[in-house]
């Protein structure tokens, strides 16, 4: 079974739609759960921590279900600016600093 | 905004070369880390450091890669003898903890083995 499984895409929308993208662990030790973003040909980059009551940045609303091993991210009023991949990610490691990223879900926003 | 930096941004060489990726972790930062990125396929983790030693390591990182911190600030990656499949994008990482605290990511170093 993969480590950090997600549905690779592409989810394409039209600008102003609401998308959400899911993801599932294999190791229910896991402590810490992130959303990151990555552009084509670079790095990834933070969009938002994922906290067990759930939590929201602007239009961007993280969930987290432990007993199901289930991670959601919701994008509302999507811009054009929001294309990217999304990875989900998951600190495995013994020592709290090991991530484990999934393949990412392509998201492309359209006109 | 601190960022992480990565030299060289592009290396090219021959199977069986040793080469050693740079990278200037955050200055605050305790952890750092090396992944890797075959093209097209996911971020893999390689190694973790913490207090001058590897807190850990992934499969990947077997007796051909090395890591240091040669000084106070850089954080070296070395491939012993490079092989074909070792051609990737390698992104340092820094954090200033370990668990929850963010990881930063620098912009990467694309290697191509020939």
């Known amino acids: 079974r993969k480590e950090v499984e997600q549905d690779p895409g592409p989810f394409n929308v039209p600008e102003g739609a609401t998308v959400a993208f899911n993801c599932t662990y294999s190791?229910?030790?896991?402590?810490?759960f992130f959303w990151y973003r990555q552009d084509c040909r670079k790095e990834p980059k933070l969009l938002m921590s994922?906290?067990?009551s759930g939590n929201e940045d602007g239009r961007f609303t993280a969930q987290l279900n432990r007993a199901s091993q289930y991670i959601s991210l919701l994008i509302r009023d999507s811009k054009l600016s929001d294309s990217a991949t999304y990875l989900c990610?998951?600190?495995?490691?013994?020592?709290?600093?090991?991530?484990?990223f999934g393949g990412g879900t392509r998201l492309m926003v359209k006109p | 905004e601190p960022e992480v930096t990565q030299t060289p941004s592009h290396q090219v060489t021959q199977m069986g070369q040793e080469v050693i990726l740079r990278c200037v972790p955050i200055?605050?930062?305790?952890?750092f880390y090396w992944y890797r990125q075959i093209l097209g396929q996911k971020v893999e983790f390689l190694v973790s450091?913490?207090?001058?030693?590897?807190?850990?390591k992934s499969e990947i990182f077997d007796d051909q890669f090395s890591v240091e911190r040669p000084d106070g600030s850089n954080f070296t990656l070395k491939i012993r003898s490079t092989k074909l499949e070792d051609s990737a994008m390698y992104f340092c990482?820094?954090?200033?903890?370990?668990?929850?605290?963010?990881?930063?990511f620098g912009p990467g170093t694309r290697l191509l083995v020939l």
């Open positions: 200055s605050n930062h305790l952890y």
């Open positions: 990610v998951v600190n495995m490691g013994n020592a709290g600093n090991m991530l484990t």
């Open positions: 190791n229910s030790a896991s402590q810490s």
């Open positions: 994922v906290y067990s």
């Open positions: 990482a820094s954090s200033e903890g370990a668990g929850w605290e963010t990881q930063y």
């Open positions: 450091f913490y207090n001058n030693e590897i807190s850990e």
